[in-house]
């Protein structure tokens, strides 16, 4: 009887150590998972605050004040709070490649309609607009 419990107790042991490992690595994945999502998207932020700050790219810091910039421009308005009163992605990157739509007078320029940026570039900025 005490040689049965035993080996049942060696069971138990070894099932709770296997599902220990199972949970570890599944939580290392997940967390492994998260650290290279939030790597990718510093690294796209980076690569947009470049294409923003570029005199021969974006030039946003022209026309718009972001905080923690220097000597920015006025003839826009400031960029901030961007997640919040942009929720729609595709509503903002609209707004920067042609913003005529919304104002036909604007002299913000059409930056995806003339090319002044390409697809990647105007990702990229997104991502960095929508972090400010
Ligand atoms: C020549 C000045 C000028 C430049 C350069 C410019 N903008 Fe604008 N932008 C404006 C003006 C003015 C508005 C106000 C809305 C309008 O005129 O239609 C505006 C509006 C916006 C808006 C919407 C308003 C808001 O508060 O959310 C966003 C977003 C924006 N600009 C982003 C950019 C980005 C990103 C760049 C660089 C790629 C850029 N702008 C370059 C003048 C400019």
Not at 11 to 33: D, F, I, M, W
Not at 94 to 102: E, F, K, N, R, S
Request: proline share 6%; with cysteine.
């Amino acid at each position: 009887m005490l040689r049965v419990t035993e080996s049942v107790n060696k069971v138990l042991l070894a099932v709770c150590v296997a599902a220990g490992l199972l949970l570890a690595s599944g939580l290392a994945t997940a967390q492994n998972a998260d650290n290279s999502v939030d790597a990718e998207l510093a690294e796209r932020i980076k690569a947009g605050r470049a294409v923003f700050e570029n005199r021969r790219k974006g030039n946003c810091l022209s026309c718009h004040l972001v905080i923690g910039s220097e000597l920015p421009g006025n003839a826009g308005p400031p960029l901030i709070g961007m997640q919040a009163r942009w929720p729609d992605r595709k509503a903002l990157k609209a707004q920067v490649y042609d913003p005529t739509i919304a104002n036909p007078n604007t002299i913000m320029p059409p930056y995806g309609l003339h090319r002044i940026l390409t697809e990647e570039e105007l990702d990229v900025l997104v991502d960095y607009v929508l972090s400010l």
